[in-house]
């Protein structure tokens, strides 16, 4: 008899999880539509708000191969802006390789100097740590404007006047705080654990930074290069204060110039033109790395 009912009972229980599957299956579609209803006002307002964003470039680069007066492209569609952009002075390409050689080695010294900043305040403890890295972040609280003439001076006295490299060491100087505030949160997140053990395996401080730490923290210096790419790429002040000479302009700068040139005139198509060729690289740029421009972001942002 006990085995009789030990049976019925695991029929029983057998039958009545069949007969809870299908109802189970059932239910999914119900569960999948509230995750849509409660999911749809974030889209919604996300969708929006992207909307808000490219919809200004999405016009740009229309009106810059529409037709338009007073500009190179009167009749038709096509690329009369972009052949005045080209013929501009000294050249659409000598001013992409102004913009480019400033913007990359302004990214270069910047990821050099926060890294071993952020590496330095994360990782050792030193007298008066706390200040320094205070002191470094204090730099954020003067107006930008205000340091250019300054530079300016300083520059001629080492003989870096109206030159790119000048600029590069400028931008790379109002990057910095930021940089080495974000490489010092990212280097914060990585567990300590992974130091002793580097260190019991005979890792140097050097080698402990260049095979340990730089792949955890790939995601950080990935957001600090792209943040420097896009401030030093899209910068109009530091070059027009610091920059006198036509044939080494940046591309804003340029752009800038152009747009009055002609009597007073404004060249609208020329403008939209180069507003265009300067969103590009940053468009692509973003589209590559967005997903380690938010992961550098995040990092350290949950450790407890």
């Given at each position: ?17 069949a ?9 999914k ?5 509230a ?13 929006a ?17 529409s ?9 038709g569609?096509?690329?009369g ?44 403890k030193f ?11 204090a ?54 654990e992974?130091d002793e ?26 957001t600090?290069?792209?943040f ?15 920059i ?9 700068l ?23 060729i ?14 380690h421009?938010?992961r550098g ?8």
């Amino acid at each position: 008899m006990a085995v009789m009912s030990r049976s019925t009972q695991t029929a029983t229980g057998g039958a009545q999880k069949a007969g809870r599957a299908p109802a189970s299956r059932k239910r999914k579609p119900g569960v999948t539509f509230a995750g849509i209803a409660l999911r749809m006002p974030y889209w919604v307002f996300s969708g929006a708000v992207g909307l808000i964003f490219v919809a200004p470039l999405v016009w740009t680069a229309v009106a810059s191969v529409s037709p338009q007066a007073a500009t190179n492209q009167v009749d038709g569609w096509g690329f009369g802006n972009y052949e005045t952009l080209a013929n501009y002075q000294a050249g659409i390409w000598r001013y992409l390789f102004n913009s480019a050689f400033v913007s990359l080695l302004t990214v270069a010294l910047t990821l050099a100097i926060s890294l071993l900043g952020g590496y330095a305040f994360a990782r050792f403890k030193f007298p008066g740590r706390n200040f320094l890295f205070l002191l470094t972040l204090a730099i954020l609280m003067v107006p930008y404007a205000t340091l250019l003439i300054p530079l300016y001076v300083l520059l001629n006295e080492v003989g870096l006047e109206n030159s790119l490299v000048g600029v590069a060491l400028v931008l790379t100087m109002f990057q910095l705080p930021f940089s080495t505030f974000l490489m010092r949160i990212s280097f914060e997140a990585v567990p300590r654990e992974l130091d002793e053990a580097a260190t019991v395996d005979g890792c140097s401080t050097w080698g402990l930074l260049w095979r340990i730490l730089l792949p955890a923290v790939k995601p950080g210096l990935i957001t600090v290069g792209l943040f420097s790419f896009l401030a030093a790429w899209n910068d109009f002040m530091a070059p027009l204060i610091l920059i006198n000479d036509t044939e080494r302009m940046t591309l804003p700068l340029a752009v800038s110039n152009l747009r009055g040139q002609v009597q007073g005139v404004v060249d609208y198509g020329a403008t939209e033109a180069g507003v265009v060729i300067l969103a590009l690289p940053c468009i692509i740029l973003f589209l590559l790395l967005q997903r380690h421009y938010v992961r550098g972001f995040m990092s350290g942002a949950l450790k407890g």
